[in-house]
């Protein structure tokens, strides 16, 4: 998966259930975590992810969250700079921990000796995904396993977790679990329908009813309401290919393909805007809605710079 999957798919799955880091961690922490993305002031520098305390207890220690998919020499260099400019910016922050999620072993970085003494110290822990425990019992765990499953294995993983959590008691609503299964499948599949994916899943019934399928638009009233009336639909329908190779980007190959992931990648981008900078006026939606596949992937690496909603409005008038 490219960093900017990775990075949107951890942001999801740290946003919706924060909790998630620690039991990766072997932790239970007493009071509840906020997590956030923040942008080191006056620096192109930006931290993937920080676990907030409640205000009500500053002792307790926030965590730095950097997350790995792909080899970075600079990975420590550029982290531990991050970490130390906002703890100088933020000079009330009494205690602190960084947490180095890696999807394996091999990508990181060999040349470490300046940092050692920090990368062995209790402040920082490094989580290999592809070591996570194969048969855990805890759902969140399964879940990141799922990230870095192989495409061979996903679907056997995915069916089993889907299992572990109609049984068990749910630490996050089913309905919430499900989005976040079958968004991780839609990232490993990209090519694949999402009625392909639900039958991987076993759920070929029930994929109507979530919204990740209605995010997603697989009927063909999709497209007149969010792309127009395209030259050549009716044909798209038939045939299960809309006119056109020119716009295979925007619409996909077969009816619903591309547009259901062109449609959750739009998703995404609103509730990670949403979150980053609350509630979006009607006339930014519309704008978002109609922004093509390049231009959303475009968006999504933009954002992590954005600092205040003017940066979201001067991107959009930049088009």
């Not at 900078?277 to 968006?299: D, H, I, K």
């Not at 940066?311 to 930049?318: E, F, G, T, V």
């Amino acid at each position: 998966m490219s960093r900017l999957k990775t990075d949107s798919l951890f942001y999801r799955l740290f946003s919706t259930a924060p909790h998630l880091l620690f039991e990766l961690l072997g932790d239970s922490p007493a009071v509840p975590y906020q997590f956030q993305s923040v942008e080191v002031k006056q620096t192109a520098f930006r931290l993937d992810g920080i676990f907030l305390p409640p205000a009500a207890d500053p002792d307790l220690p926030i965590y730095f969250v950097e997350v790995q998919f792909q080899l970075d020499p600079d990975l420590y260099r550029r982290l531990f700079a991050e970490i130390f400019l906002f703890l100088a910016q933020n000079p009330r922050i009494r205690h602190w921990k960084a947490v180095v999620i890696l999807a394996r072993r091999s990508i990181e970085p060999k040349q470490k000796l300046a940092y050692v003494s920090l990368l062995e110290s209790d402040q920082v822990e490094r989580i290999y995904l592809n070591q996570l425990p194969p048969d855990s019992g805890l759902p969140g765990i399964n879940l990141v396993r799922l990230v870095v499953a192989s495409r061979r294995q996903a679907a056997k993983q995915a069916r089993k977790l889907l299992t572990q959590v109609e049984q068990g008691e749910p630490w996050l609503p089913q309905g919430v679990l499900l989005e976040l299964i079958e968004t991780i499948m839609v990232y490993k599949f990209s090519e694949s329908s999402r009625e392909e994916i639900a039958k991987m899943l076993g759920l070929a019934e029930s994929i109507t009813q979530t919204r990740v399928y209605q995010e997603g638009k697989l009927e063909g009233r999709a497209e007149g309401k969010l792309e127009g009336k395209l030259e050549g639909r009716a044909e798209g329908k038939l045939e299960g290919k809309l006119e056109g190779r020119a716009e295979g980007k925007l619409e996909g190959k077969l009816e619903g393909r591309a547009e259901g992931k062109l449609e959750g990648e739009r998703s995404l981008i609103v509730r990670l805007l949403t979150r980053r900078m609350g509630t979006l006026s009607p006339g930014v939606l519309t704008q978002l809605q109609g922004l093509s596949l390049e231009q959303v992937e475009a968006l999504g690496e933009a954002l992590l710079d954005f600092a205040t909603p003017a940066d979201l409005d001067n991107w959009l008038k930049s088009l």
